[in-house]
Nanobody, 122 residues
Framework: QLQLVESGGGLVQPGGSLRLSCATS????????IGWFRQAPGKELEGVSC??????NYADSVKGRFIISRNNPKNMVYLQMDSLKPEDTAVYYC?????????????????WGQGTQVTVSS
């Protein structure tokens, strides 16, 4: 049974940093693409970043500020978020896709975590 569990969210001031973690189990992480998505109140789910054997990809809104990484032996995926802005406030989800190429389309991902809240506010 595929499982993904996010952690690391919280309240941070603008300009601050957070590192989100996605603990995975029930599958071989190296065979999957992992995406990070976020949903702000009243807004649609947005693809933020993804990682796979094919490489990494970032939404324009986070390029240069967020870095995605993975540790396959530990079954962990991370999202380092720096220079956070109030508009980064959202619930962040990680999701798994059994392909070697990642996408920012939520419809391409079949397994999801429960989400972690990130709030950027002074």
């Amino acid at each position: 049974q595929l499982q993904l569990v996010e952690s690391g969210g919280g309240l941070v001031q603008p300009g601050g940093s957070l590192r989100l973690s996605c603990a995975t189990s029930g599958f071989s992480l190296g065979d999957y693409a992992i995406g990070w998505f976020r949903q702000a109140p009243g807004k649609e789910l947005e693809g933020v970043s993804c990682i796979s054997r094919g490489g990494t990809n970032y939404a324009d809104s986070v390029k240069g500020r967020f870095i995605i990484s993975r540790n396959n032996p530990k079954n962990m995926v991370y999202l380092q978020m720096d220079s956070l802005k109030p508009e980064d406030t959202a619930v962040y989800y990680c999701a798994a896709r059994r392909f070697y190429v990642c996408t920012h389309s939520s419809a391409d991902y079949g397994s999801w975590g429960q989400g972690t809240q990130v709030t950027v506010s002074s």
